[in-house]
Structures are given as C-alpha cells and as structure tokens.
C-alpha cells in the first residue's frame, strides 16, 4: 500500500513539472507566425480598429483587494480578421501628470479573431494602481496589431 502512494506522488510530481516545463518554454505571441502582419503605424491603426465605450469598473478580489477593471469594444474596420490589438493605457495623477504607464493585451492571438465589421467587448485588470491616481478612466490607444 505504501509502495502505491509513493508512486502516485512520483507521477502527480513528474506530471506536474511537465506542465510547468510547458507553460515555460510555450511560444509567446511576441513571436506571431508568418502569416500574421503587424501594425505600429498609428495611422494605418486608426483605419483598421477603433475603441469605443471605454470606461472603468471597481471589484474586489479573493482576498478584499480592489481591482480596477478597464473595458470598452473594439471594432475591426479593416476587411481582414483582427487577431490580436494591443493598447497602452496611462493612468495620471491628479495634476494630469502620468504616474502609469502599462501596454497590454485588448484582444489575444489565443482568442478566436475579430472578424471584419465584427466587434467584441475586452477587459483589462489592475490591482495595484498609485494611490496617487485620480480615480478617471486611463488615456487608453491602440500600439499594435496583428491581422
């Protein structure tokens, strides 16, 4: 009996390793396949994709931390499938004076693409903004996209 627990700890920690092992070394979206154009170009964005709704709610986590949640609809304008859009947002004091700035992920390689004409709603969390922050929704624009 005792030769059996062993072993199946051995197993749960061997297959336990390999799924960290995986999540490790699995390819990130920086590294989006040859097949996919990426846009910087401002101009050429503002054409493709457009942010609408934009606004902020407040929540709190597991343990009674409040958690800033950044949403809005993303539009794809372009006449090909949007699959990934990246924003940065800038958080700013009450002096109007940048006190945050972070870039992420409005809609993922992982997700299904935005179709054209298409639009979704996106999500984005902070738990821990600057007490300095005046509380008003972020500068938020589109940095890059990838179709």
């Given at each position: ?8 700890i051995g197993i749960t920690t061997i297959v ?132």
């Amino acid at each position: 009996m005792e030769r059996r627990s062993v072993v199946i700890i051995g197993i749960t920690t061997i297959v336990f390793v390999g799924l960290i092992l995986a999540w490790a070394f699995a390819p990130n979206d920086r590294n989006l396949s040859a097949s996919v154009t990426e846009v910087t170009d401002k101009t050429v964005i503002d054409k493709q994709v457009e942010l609408s709704r934009i606004g902020i709610e407040t929540s709190e986590n597991y343990v009674g931390h409040h958690i800033r949640i950044i949403h809005g609809t993303i539009k794809n304008l372009s006449d090909k499938p949007i699959r990934m859009v990246e924003v940065k947002l800038v958080f700013k004091d009450f002096d109007g004076k940048s006190i945050q700035e972070n870039v992420e992920k409005a809609h993922e390689v992982t997700q299904k693409p935005l179709a054209p004409g298409m639009q979704r709603r996106f999500e984005i969390n902070f738990e821990n903004l600057p007490k300095t922050w005046n509380y008003h929704v972020p500068a938020i624009e589109i940095t890059r996209i990838a179709s």
